[in-house]
């Protein structure tokens, strides 16, 4: 990738999650809880039905970069047959339901509601692939293009109509109809000739690379659809409009990074592939110290932020403390993105599914009980905190298997100490000590100080290029 199209592709990726942020705050107030729940739900059915994509484009995004042009045009056209025949399936089932007035909300008792969910579905999963052939071959334009018109037409969209649910309905029909625009596009541009290929040999090889890649790119969503499915289906929609928001404002502020691990990864394939186990043992090491640490930096920063948010937003001053307990929850389940690179190029991303479904169905039991008995969601929000913490100790366990080394060795990113001193926190905050995050700064500049002056000094390093670069500009133009 050029550095043009590299700059352009980040400040326009950064302005689209900028919208993404603004208009999930904004449609928050616009809606109030109880209809901001009914936004929520609607997510959740979304979310889930893009596991009817079945991993295909994760596995579009691996095969591609093996540069066979041959295998790739055969791979991507079974792709394409079979998520045309899925949609074939589940066009039927918006018609069946639509049909006998299956209706999913008692506040709304529109039933166009499946029709709506499952069209989304349909073209996200043929904008996921499109979308993934574009990044393989690097054709970053075009991914600017549309996803700018996405963010930008659905964000619009918000600020018409009065009414609550015609609201909602307006920014659904949005959503879709720029997605298929977008689809639209990508056809047109593609840099592979598109077909539609019966090939069970290929169904099968996109299947075996792309479902354990879907598991794993779903571990952090599993984590939280099933909170969040478990939060609507026994708490109160105003709750679920509390948990909704936390979580929208917890992903916004992540968004920005998952920009950088989304480019990252098909180079840290390509690095783990070549390199020896030493070698990779030191770069995935390095590498996360830093990016864990650049990570909880930014987290502590923005948590001690947060009241300010709130004066702006009154409505939904309870759930601060969820959304400062989420959002240590992400920073954790970013920590091994290295070390979860490292797996998936080493072929072992099957062992790693399998991890997330023993992890995910262990914390849904424990979240189900939890919902009976009807514990605050706050401690909801904690009890998957602890299983996402578990969750990323297997991985790095995982790891050193794979690496021959110790747990200890490679559970220094994230050592057992700074574990427990988060759960601490989230403990303590939920019982109403929230003023020990004005002390976690402190604490946290003590245990990383030498990682902070190794990045101070990358980030010298990094300004004398730019300066460097800038002067050989200048004397260049005259």
């Known amino acids: ?5 590299y700059a352009l592709f980040t400040i326009v990726r950064y302005f689209s999650f900028f919208l993404l942020s603004l208009r999930g705050i904004i449609l928050a107030n616009l809606l ?33 970069s093996k540069k066979d042009d041959k295998e790739n045009i055969l791979f991507v056209g079974s792709a394409f047959f079979v998520t045309a025949m899925t949609a074939v399936i589940l066009i039927l089932t918006a018609l069946y339901l639509t049909y006998t007035g299956f209706n999913i909300f008692s506040q709304d008792n529109s039933n166009w509601y499946p029709i709506i969910i499952i069209g989304i579905a349909i073209v996200q999963n043929f904008q996921q692939l499109f979308l993934n052939i574009f990044r393989s071959s690097k054709k970053i334009k075009t991914i600017v293009i549309c996803e700018l018109l996405v963010s930008v037409v659905t964000f619009s969209s918000i600020f018409f109509f009065k009414d609550a649910k015609t609201k909602i309905h307006f920014y659904f029909l949005m959503f879709f109809s720029t997605l298929a625009i977008s689809v639209f596009i990508y056809w047109i541009y593609s840099p592979l000739k598109i077909s539609f290929l019966r090939s069970p040999e290929y169904f099968k090889k996109n299947l075996k690379v792309g479902l354990p890649l879907l598991l794993y790119s779903f571990s952090f969503f599993f984590f939280y659809l099933i909170t969040r499915t478990i939060v609507g289906t026994f708490y109160s929609l105003e709750e679920n409009g509390l948990y909704t928001f936390a979580f929208n404002i917890s992903s916004a502020f992540f968004l920005g990074i998952d920009s950088v691990t989304w480019l990252l990864f098909s180079d840290l394939i390509a690095r783990y592939t070549n390199n020896t186990v030493i070698e990779a043992k030191s770069h995935f090491y390095v590498f996360s110290q830093k990016f864990s640490t650049c990570l909880f930096g930014l987290v502590f920063l923005f948590m001690i932020c947060l009241p300010v ?30 070390h979860i690179t490292y797996l998936i190029a080493n072929k072992l991303q099957f062992k790693l599914s399998i991890l997330t479904l023993i992890n995910v169905s262990a914390i849904t039991v424990v979240l189900y009980v ?19 913490i578990t969750y990323v100790n297997t991985i790095l366990l995982l790891v050193a298997i794979k690496a021959r080394s110790s747990y200890f060795q490679i559970g220094k990113l994230f050592r057992i100490r700074e574990q427990l001193f988060v759960i601490a926190l989230a403990a303590l905050m939920i019982l109403g000590y929230n003023f020990v995050i004005y002390l976690v700064p402190v604490f946290f500049i003590i245990a990383r100080y030498k990682t902070i002056l190794s990045l101070g000094d990358d980030l010298k390093i990094f300004l004398n290029k730019i300066n460097t670069y800038l002067k050989n500009k200048k004397y260049a133009s005259r």
Do not use: R
């Open 32 to 64: 109030g809880p109880e209809m901001f729940g009914i936004y929520g739900i609607v997510s959740i059915y979304l979310q889930y039905l893009t596991l009817t994509g079945m991993g295909f484009p994760l596995a579009v995004n691996v095969e591609l």
């Open 309 to 338: 948010l709130f004066i702006y937003f009154p409505k939904y001053h309870d759930s601060l403390i969820l959304l400062e307990v989420l959002l240590l929850s992400q920073c954790i389940m970013n920590i091994p993105f290295a």
């Open 370 to 388: 939890m919902a009976k008995l009807h514990v605050n969601i706050k401690w909801i929000g904690f009890a998957t905190m602890i299983g996402i």
């Open 1 to 5: 990738m050029k550095t043009k199209e």
